[in-house]
């Protein structure tokens, strides 16, 4: 038995695997895999992943294959049962002993449902190996930079993760439709453009045709593409024979769906196939009913209570997450009952049902639906019965020629069995192909003049599949405007004519929908045309669900909340600052050593180039020197008991949250509210009067890095609506103006930055002042880097700063942050502030020394690069070491943390802490408060 074998059983409980799957784990990946149903091709690909990425049983480890990305992600075509794939991994990983949550240095499964809090969780550990499962909406929304159902925020980090050190698996790509075209176009993107970290894909389906793929952009890779099937002596395994020649006698059904239009024809219809079913339903056996939508579905489902007692099951994509859970553990149950389902079953699940009746469809889907029945051959008898489509009409939401040549194959066709059923010869059923151009383009995420943003739906979903996102909540008592966000359990997915439907039968009641204002900062009454990928809320009110049917225009009843949303936030808006009110308050200078050290850190564990690891460091360095601006320190120091005191200090987070925050300045003795200002540009525009002039570091990288750290500003400057202007000409912009003042900043001792006049002439189109334009530096950075490397070092400072701030909040998990910032060295302690601004500021290596060079790339004092020197070797003077409670440092590195805990002490004595200490122990006690306690480990001390 060879190792993976043994691996293999391992994970699935027991079972073998099929030679093709060790192909998978032993041999180079392919991009194509065309294997029947039913023989574990989910299985396959994630545990050769496994396998590939270096991980063995037991949570033991080998080096990873170094042509396997970190993140393996899951594209599956149907709506509603991505969380049973996602179960499945799970549990082959618990196996394992290998599965973990992110941060653990484990595997990670991550399921993308929209909502925010499937953002966070799976984008803080790049480097760390994670799997994705999603929809083709949640994933290819993502991966055109217009996620569905996720902030706008978030966009360029999902999109830089997605397209990076990433493994595209697209399951059962003859359901994908227009994402077929998308998926091919965006490896050939990556291929053509590059990318800072290795990407693949690889397509698989029981029904594969290779020239689904042929886009104008691949078409020509196509040749050189490795197909991984079945051989002649795998077909022959008892194992794989008997699915292959499982026994499926098929015969076309009495009831036939006709003049749907007609009332008595849209009655008759369910009733004459309810009648159908539960006189071919066998009592101890499954009935699968597979129909092309959700309205025939939900009326057959109700229809069958009148005609048998036998369980009833209902499955489709429009259904809560909330329910979906519930529904999914009963479709997993081994049970006889009558399932009534859609297309959804199609992919994904591991059901087999003795019984089986399915509306015509195009013959892949048909393919797919007859594998579902007798799937492993377990039953002697085994029928399936296929219905019939007289009005093409009533085709939707498939072609009437694709359903009309399924009809010609079945004619004269009478059996089921994979070995007896013709192969595929489909076109492919794409219409538009996203061209490189306009995908260059969805790089900038600003919506346009109008608040719109481009429409990326033709190039996730055929036209009459695309959705939007809804969520009832009780308005009855509550107002609308502050709705905390919605959570992953209760957002339902429905089909834009539905929404409208519901949506119109809400007002008409007087119940308003409400869409999420990002520059308001508050949910707002919805007025616009319902556009795909739209999150709206509704009042529960106003019905349109019901918890056992799923969503439906008929359902009147109020709707049932399932979450509880006393802790949930408000979504992200323009004006927020999270990560700057979060409890806890840190100085500037410090904060910005933390992200640059976190920065660092991320870059070393992802084996980044040096050019890449400078300007990162360099933009982490820079970040945040723009909340020095009068008005975000006035911000932010409303958060403090004593603003008087705070004002002492220039601080990078506050100790608490006090509402929505108002950036206000005096002037002329007049206050002036800074509607939208962005702390970021500041820092932006301060990086363009200070940087230095070298070929080490690209200055405008760096700027652009520093901009878009929070995603809010990136591409392009402009004003926004409701900003207040100055009374002369000066431009201005996201709240600040030029000819605003930044005090002296430093960054520990890394860096000073002298007092700063800023400057906007960037705005200006052509050549300026302070050279070319902001939108003329971002083209150009596009260009020279590609989108995919950009977004990748855009996210690295963005994740950085994400670390930093959560090790600031909890210092116990590390980081350089005090425990009381509040208590960091005032300005007015010059005495004690001067002699140890070195040592709070740390030589981490005394690389920082004048002998020693700049460790971080860029340092010089005014704005000078001080790139010399941008190893991070420590010099042969430093190398000594001793070992403390923070890891083995060399002599000069304790020396911040000592200068912490000496200021720690002084204060706690002029609070009176050692008031009553017993004299003759009380320097003892001093030294061991300042050098052993807290540093040092007892028996060094």
């Known amino acids: 038995m060879s190792d993976y074998v043994s691996f293999f059983s391992t994970a699935t409980g027991g079972l073998q695997a099929y030679p093709y799957q060790r192909r998978l784990a032993e041999h180079p990946w392919p991009e194509l895999l065309d294997i029947p149903t039913g023989l574990g091709k989910t299985a396959a690909v994630t545990l050769a992943w496994c396998w590939k990425r ?59 449902m929209g909502g925010e809090e499937d953002i966070r969780d799976w984008v803080t550990h790049p480097e760390e190996d994670t799997i994705l499962v999603g929809t083709q909406d949640m994933l290819l929304s993502r991966a055109l930079m217009r996620g569905y159902g996720v902030s706008r925020y978030r966009w360029p980090i999902d999109y830089a993760l ?34 800072a970290r290795p990407a693949r894909s690889l397509w698989l389906s029981a029904t594969l045709r290779r020239d689904w793929l042929a886009t104008v952009d691949l078409a020509g890779d196509l040749q050189a593409f490795r197909e991984e099937t079945l051989s002649d002596d795998e077909r022959h395994l008892d194992t794989v024979r008997r699915r292959y020649t499982a026994v499926k006698h098929l015969q076309r059904a009495q009831s036939v769906l006709n003049g749907d239009g007609a009332k008595s024809a849209a009655k008759d219809y369910p009733e004459k196939l309810a009648k159908e079913i539960a006189g071919a339903h066998q009592p101890s056996s499954t009935t699968l009913v597979v129909l092309n939508t959700v309205e025939r579905a939900q009326g057959l489902y109700e229809t069958l209570k009148k005609h048998t007692s036998a369980r009833r099951l209902l499955v489709h ?29 199609e992919a994904g699940i591991d059901l087999s049902a003795r019984t089986l009746f399915t509306e015509l469809a195009p013959w892949s889907s048909l393919v797919q639906r007859f594998g579902r029945c007798n799937r492993h051959g377990e039953h002697e008898e085994a029928h399936v019965w296929w219905i019939d489509i007289a009005d093409d009409k009533l085709a939707a939401p498939y072609a009437p020629e694709a359903t009309a040549d399924a009809r010609n194959k079945l004619t004269g066709l009478s059996s089921a069995s994979p070995a007896d059923l013709p192969v595929i010869d489909e076109e492919a059923t794409w219409e538009q192909v996203i061209r490189r151009g306009d995908f260059l383009d969805l790089f900038d995420t600003d919506p346009d003049l109008t608040g719109f943003d481009v429409d990326v739906s033709p190039y996730v979903r055929d036209t009459d599949d695309r959705d939007v996102l809804l969520f009832w909540r009780d308005l009855s008592t509550t107002e609308a405007k502050n709705q905390p966000t919605p959570a992953p359990e209760e957002l339902c997915r429905a089909p834009i004519g539905e929404a409208k439907k519901l949506i119109e039968q809400a007002r008409k009641k007087d119940h308003p929908v409400f869409i999420w204002d990002f520059l308001e900062r508050c949910w707002m009454v919805f007025r616009g045309s319902v556009r795909p990928g739209t999150t709206l809320m509704l009042d529960a009110r106003a019905g349109g669900y019901d918890p056992e049917l799923g969503m439906s225009t008929a359902s009147k009843k109020p709707v049932a909340p399932v979450v509880d949303l006393t802790l949930e936030d408000t979504p992200e808006a323009d004006e927020d600052e999270r990560l700057s009110l979060l409890g806890r308050p840190v100085p500037l200078s410090m904060h910005l050593c933390d992200v640059e050290d976190a920065a660092l850190k991320l870059c070393d564990s992802l084996e980044m180039d040096d050019r890449v690891r400078q300007a990162v460091a360099c933009a982490a360095r820079w970040h945040d020197v723009g909340k020095a601006h009068p008005a975000f320190q006035g911000m932010i120091q409303q958060a403090f008991d004593d603003t008087e005191k705070a004002a002492r200090t220039i601080w990078a987070k506050s100790p608490g949250s006090h509402g929505r925050p108002r950036y206000v300045l005096a002037i002329n003795g007049e206050e002036t509210e800074r509607r939208h200002f962005r702390h970021e540009l500041a820092s932006m525009l301060a990086w363009l009067e200070h940087r230095g002039e070298t070929n080490e570091i690209d200055t405008d990288l760096v700027a652009y890095l520093i901009l878009a750290h929070h995603g809010k500003l990136r591409m392009r400057l402009r004003t926004l609506p409701g900003e207040s202007e100055p009374a002369d000409d000066r431009l201005f912009c996201r709240g600040v103006w030029a ?95 001067d002699s140890a601004a070195a040592a709070q500021a740390g030589d981490r290596h005394p690389a920082h020394s004048a002998q020693g060079g700049s460790e971080h790339g860029a340092r010089g004092r005014g704005g000078g690069s001080g790139t010399s020197g941008a190893g991070t070797r420590t010099p042969a003077h430093a190398t000594r070491r001793i070992e403390t409670t923070l890891g083995l440092l060399n002599y000069a590195e304790p020396a911040p943390h000592l200068a912490r805990e000496v200021e720690r002490v002084r204060l706690s004595i002029a609070e009176g802490a050692w008031h009553d200490h017993p004299h003759p122990d009380i320097f003892l006690d001093f030294h061991k408060a300042i050098w052993a306690r807290r540093l040092f480990p007892e028996e060094g001390s």
């Open 54 to 112: 270096g991980l063995r049983s037991d949570g033991a480890r080998v080096s990873p294959d170094a042509g396997t990305p970190r993140r393996l992600i899951w594209c599956l075509p149907m709506r509603v049962l991505a969380e049973q794939t996602a179960a499945c991994i799970k549990g082959w990983l618990q196996n394992l002993r290998w599965l973990g949550c992110s941060g653990e240095g484990r595997v990670s499964v991550h399921l993308l």
């Open 317 to 345: 994509a429009r259904f809560r997450a909330h329910e979906r859970r519930t529904l999914n553990k009963a479709l997993m149950k081994n049970e006889p009952r009558i399932i009534v389902a859609t297309q959804a079953v």
């Open 739 to 833: 000819g605003d003042r930044l005090p002296e900043v430093t960054a520990c001792n890394r860096e000073r930055i002298p007092e700063t006049v800023l400057r906007l002439d960037v705005m200006r189109l052509g050549q300026g002042s302070q050279g070319p334009s902001w939108t003329a530096r971002t083209a150009g950075l596009l260009k020279r880097h590609g989108p995919f490397r950009l977004a990748w070092m855009e996210a690295l400072v963005r994740l950085a700063d994400w670390r930093a701030s959560s090790m600031e909040m909890n210092p116990e998990k590390g980081g350089n942050s005090d425990d009381n910032g509040n208590h960091e060295l005032e300005r007015d302690h010059r005495s004690v502030a």
């Open 162 to 195: 997605l397209h990076n050190d990433a493994f595209w698996v697209f399951d059962e790509v003859q359901l994908m439709g227009a994402g077929i075209a998308t998926s091919a176009q965006l490896e050939a993107f990556r291929r053509r453009l590059g990318t």
